[in-house]
C-alpha cells in the first residue's frame, strides 16, 4: 500500500510510523459493523503515538468519536460520549481505565461490555506496560484482533523527521575533543566500584589525543553521528531522541559531543520499584491516584522524594512521569525486576 | 618430586612409605590454598553477578557447584601427582587405600561427595531454589561436596547431607526459576457472598507488588465449602521467591482490608479450621 496522500500532507511527521498507519487505514476501510475489527495501538511513552491518532482524526473527522483520557477515569460517564450515528470511536490512553488496586478494573470492564455488544469500530491507544499487565491478568488482548505495537525508530527515521522543521542550514561538529583542551589535563571523573554502590570523585590524569581536533569525526559523517548518539541514548523513542535534539541544537549547530548522555545509576526498594514501575504505566499519574495505589504499606512522599531524587520521575502540576531521559534506564531497571512482564 | 623410602620389615616384606619432602609439602599447601581461593574468589563473584542478573540470578549461581567440583577434583589430581606421580603400583596401591578408607568409616563422608557430584551434574535443586527435604525447608544458600546448606524461613542455617538425596524424595518448589507458586488461603462465614470474596481475592493478587503473571505462570482462586466455614484459595506466583512471605502477608492483608469493608466476615470463632491451628 502506498502512503496516504492525507496522512503525508497534513502530518508534522510525515513519515513516522507510515506501516502501522497503512494498517489502520486499511482496518479502517475494511470496516463491517457486523464484525468490527477493534484496533489497540500499543506504545511505549513519549514514543510518538499522538501521531497515528492524530491522523485518524484528520482523515475522517465526520465519522470520529474522540474520547481522550487525561487522567485514571473514576465514571462511566465516558461511555455516555459514544452515541449518534458517528461509527468510529478513538479513545487515547486507555491505560487509565484501569487502576492497579483491587477493584480498579470496574471502568475497564464497563469499557469491555460496551465494545462487546458495540457495531462501531473502536481505535484505541493504550501504554505498552500497562497492556502487557492487562494481557497477563485480564486477557485483553482477546477483544481487539487488531493490536499495533509501535516500533523503536532508527537514525535514519529520525533525520528526516527532525530536518524537515528547518529551513536553514545547521552544522554539524563532530568534534570528540573540545578544542579549548589543554595538552595534560586532570578532569575529576565519578567512578563506582565493583559491587559497591559508593562513587568517589578521583582526578584522573589525561593526555589530550591528537592536536585539539584532529581526531574528530569527519565533517560529513558528523550529522550521522549525531542522529546516531540521539537514538542509541534514546533506546529507539521518538519523544525521547525530540528531548535530546532540543537539549543539543542551540540554533545553528549541534556539537556531537554535547549530546547528553543519560547515567543509569538507580538504587530502589521494593515499594519504590512498585511506585515507579506504576507511574511507568500510568505514564501521567496524581498524587491521590498514586496514594490510592500504594495503600498504608508505603510512605508516598519519601518514595516520591527518592524517585526524583534518583533523576527517574519528574512532577507537573501534581502528576507524576518518568523524565522522558530516564525511559531507558526505568525500563531496564523494572524489567530486570520482574516489575513488568 | 616425593622420595620413596624401601625399608626392611622384622617378617622381610617390603613396605614402601611415601614421604614427602619439604618442596612437595609446599606444593600441596599452595594448590590447596589456591583451590579454596579460587573457590571463594568465584563464588563470591558469582553470587554478586547473580544479585544484578535479576530473573536470571538462580541459572548463574547454578555455576557454582559445578565449579567446585571441577577445582577440588583438579586441585586433588595435583597433590597426587605431586605425592606419588602414580604408576601402576602407586595407583593400585592409592586405590586400596582409598577403598579400605571407604570401608573402615569413610563411607558416609564419600556417600556425601557422590552425592554432590550428582546435585551439581542432574541438578534436583540449584543455589537460590526453596526446597523441602527431610522435614526442612529453606532457601538452598550452599551446595558444598559434603552438604548442602538451607536457611529456614525462622533464619536458621541447617546443613543437609548430600547423600540425603538418594534416600529423600526432594521437593524444589520454584525448580531452578525466579518466581514460585505461592498458596494463599482465606477462610469465610458460610454466609457470606463467596463469589465477591473469591473476585477481592483475585484482585488483590493481580494488583500484588510481589506478583508474575504470563501465559505459564497463571493464577487461580479456588472455593472450596466446609460445614462451617468456605476456604477461598488463591494460587499465585511471587516474581521473586525471596518474597514468598511478604506476598503471602500482604495480598492476605490488602484482600482482608476489602472483605471487611464488604461486609464479608472470618468464619464464627468456634469454627475456626484447624489448618489455622496446625499453622
Redesign the interface.
Known sequence: MGRDPNFAADLTHPILFEDEWNRITAVVDAYDSNRPSHIAVIADPFAGQNVLIDGILRRHPDRVIHIPFFSTVKSRDFLSQIAGRKDIVVMDHCHFLATRKIGGFAMLDAFLDHISTSERLFITQWNSFTWSYLQATRHIDTFFPVTIDLPDIDSKTLKPLILSRYTDEIEFIGDVTPREEPLFSAPHRTVKLPFSNKSFTIPVPRLRQGNGGANSIHPEDAEDAAFDKIIRIADGNFGVAERLWNATFDGKMVRVADIPGIPCAVNLDINESFLLMIILSMESISTVDLAEIAGPEINLKQAIFRLTNQGLVVEEKGYFQIKPEALSCVKGYVTRNRMVW | MAEINMTSAADGSLISSYIPDMDAVITIVLILVAAYLIVKVADFLLR?ISEKA??YRITVTMVIPLLKIVVYVTAVYFIVKTIFDPGLTELALFSGLFGAAIGFGLKDFFADIVGGIVIAFERPYQIGDKIEVSGTYGEVTDIGLRATRVVTPDDSVVSIPNYAIFQEPTASQNAGK??MMVVIDIYIDPRSDAGKAMN?LK??L??S??V????KRP?TVLLKDYPFYRRIRGKAYV??LR?EF?FRS?VT???WV?LSRQGILPPPPAHVPEEIFAE
Do not use: F, L, P
Open positions: 554478586k535479576g530473573r525466579t518466581e477481592i484482585d488483590a493481580i494488583t507488588k510481589y508474575y503473571i504470563s501465559q493464577y516474581n521473586d518474597s511478604e500482604e492483608r490488602r484482600a476489602e
